[in-house]
């Protein structure tokens, strides 16, 4: 009969050709802790014990999925974030660290400010809005998506975690006003992937998360950008805030589209690992930019500086990857 020890050698020999042997122990003890309920100082004080035929088989029928390249946390069916555990599945994007640190940033700011209307547009698995609804348990947190999917598997993560949270099947291509109301905050991790770096990020991503969630168009990586600087024109109280997850190419031209469209306060903020990832701004009380349009494509003939840094960067495609599900901090 096989022991824990015999699986782990499967596991590294099964996914060596997709992942670094780092990488695999980690899919390992992350399958063990939430399959087999054992962390990692257990599984290691029992590695050698016998598995059972049930669970074996289970096991190998797994190994088969995430050799095909199926993130972990689908194979497991769920991830941690902000220390609550969260469903995911195919129908939306695994939550990262980097988000993390984006709904760190808004509860720091913001604690003391309660209560407050936050919109999260673009919810997933409705990892930033639950955080948010748990950590500023006073404010009223609505979310949307355009994917009934999604919104299904972001309503179980609310009832998993008892937040009350106000959800609407909306694109934010296309916004419905009717339904949106007025918000101290807009939160938002889009799309923001150009398609052509597709070839660059790693199997389990590129397979298998929703692309949906991820690209945009080539002539037009800041199209989310653009309908959320919008969408802020008619939702956002005077004085509110947008807080963004962005590629680190285009600060540049995020901070001349929320100028040109009337924000202030236009803040580039560096994630952990010293890399443009966030955006913040706010909407300016005394601005009449909500009689503004913004054009089709970049504001204010943005194409050329967007093209430019993209341009400077190519070749730095392991700054693009992305590995077990969980954004590397280069992208």
Known sequence: MATYADLSHQFSDALQP???????????????????HLPAHLLYLNIHDSVDAQRQAETISDLQRLKAGEPIQ????????????????????????ETEELVNLIIYENKEQQPLRILDLGTGSGAIAITLAKKLVHSHITATDFSPEALQTAQANARRHNTDITWLHDDMLHPNYSQLGTYDIIVSNPPYIPLNEKPT?????????????????????????????DIGRHCL???????????????????????????????????I????????????????????????RYACGMENKVETQRAASEGDSAALRLQNGVKDANV
């Open 18 to 36: 997709l992942y670094e042997e780092a990488e695999i122990r980690g899919i390992f003890r992350m399958y063990a802790e939430k399959k087999w």
């Open 74 to 97: 689908y194979v497991i069916g769920v991830t941690d974030f902000y220390g609550l555990e969260l469903v995911v599945n195919p129908s939306v994007l695994i939550p990262r660290p």
């Open 201 to 229: 990020l790693h199997t389990n991503v590129r397979e298998h998360e929703p692309g949906s969630a991820l690209f945009v168009p080539n002539d037009d990586p800041l199209l989310f950008y653009k309908a959320i600087a």
């Open 237 to 271: 109280c005077n004085g509110g805030r947008i807080y963004l997850e962005t590629h680190h190419l285009f600060h540049e031209a995020l901070g001349q589209l929320f100028t040109t469209c009337g924000y202030q306060n236009v803040r580039s903020l560096k994630d």
């Open 273 to 296: 690992n010293g890399r443009n990832r966030f955006f913040s701004v706010e909407k300016n009380q005394n601005s009449k930019f909500k009689e503004q349009k913004i054009p089709h």
